[in-house]
């Protein structure tokens, strides 16, 4: 809740339109139809452009109760699978999700890492990055809205190194599917702000930030605590994490590019 007004609130304040992401974990945590229920309360609220996104899907019959309570867009995570059983579920994930005109994202070569921070960096092989002669086969015969790739990023931030972006993996996979589908860069938390930019520049249109704001949330918590221990009153401490998470994404929309769009 503290995240999702802080998002909203830099959105507000900067005039971006979001793609608010939880993951399986996170809604089962929430609730499916409170995390619906949440965002179009800021949406009428606000008249942003907010939009609900189950980020990693990776059960169909989840996928499909988070669209029957009325997610606005879904992510099926099937890059664990052979590809040809990724393609067979996510064609289903797309049968019944444009249906409902509900965009889908899908997902080839596997991003490893978890949202946090991480004691090393976890060991990214050839087999692991997105094949551009995969990619065009997936979004033919899928007939997805977007594609998260792996170009050399994983989820969290490694202490000791930043991550890099394979800038020449993503610019032949544009080359190979054109305008197919959208592509989506995940474990965007941590990289600079040079390959970001480079990175929208070659193509991608969604980035996917989390690590960072769970960081900003925790510490000032943390500070908070500190200052006053013996405070227990949520209302009075949690407007800190709130404060310093939408620092963040406002930072990150500011970088995205994405002030003054709605």
């Known amino acids: 809740m503290e995240t999702l007004r802080a998002v909203v609130l830099a959105s507000q304040e900067l005039k971006s339109p979001v793609i608010i992401g939880t993951s399986e974990g996170e809604s089962k945590f929430i609730g499916l139809k409170q995390a619906v229920a949440l965002v179009e309360v800021f949406r009428e609220e606000t008249g942003l452009p907010i939009?609900?996104?189950l980020d990693h899907g990776q059960d169909f019959e989840y996928i499909k109760e988070a669209l029957s309570c009325g997610y606005d867009t879904v992510h099926f995570d099937g890059s664990r699978l052979p590809l040809a059983d990724n393609i067979e579920i996510t064609k289903e994930v797309v049968k019944i999700s444009h249906k409902k005109g509900v965009m889908v994202e899908g997902e080839v070569g596997f991003i490893?890492?978890?949202?946090?921070?991480?004691?090393?960096?976890?060991?990214?092989?050839?087999?692991?990055?997105?094949?551009?002669?995969?990619?065009?086969?997936?979004?033919?015969?899928?007939?997805?809205?977007?594609l998260a790739v792996n170009i050399g990023t994983f989820h969290g931030i490694e202490t000791s190194g930043e991550k890099h972006i394979n800038f020449e993996r993503l610019k032949e996979i544009k080359e190979k599917i054109g305008n197919g589908a959208f592509l989506v860069l995940h474990g965007?938390?941590?990289?600079?702000?040079?390959?970001?930019?480079?990175a929208i520049e070659s193509g991608i249109v969604k980035i996917n930030i989390n690590t960072e704001l769970r960081i900003a949330y925790t510490n000032a918590l943390k500070a908070a605590f500190k200052e006053n221990p013996s405070e227990t009153t949520p209302y009075k401490y949690l407007p800190e994490a709130i404060e310093a998470v939408q620092k963040v994404v406002q930072e990150k929309i500011r970088l995205f590019g994405s002030t003054n769009r709605c």
């Open 51 to 53: 939009f609900l996104n």
């Open 112 to 146: 490893k890492g978890a949202s946090q921070i991480l004691t090393e960096k976890p060991e990214i092989k050839e087999e692991d990055l997105t094949q551009p002669e995969e990619a065009l086969k997936f979004i033919k015969e899928t007939k997805v809205d977007r």
């Open 188 to 198: 965007g938390s941590g990289i600079r702000e040079e390959e970001i930019k480079k």
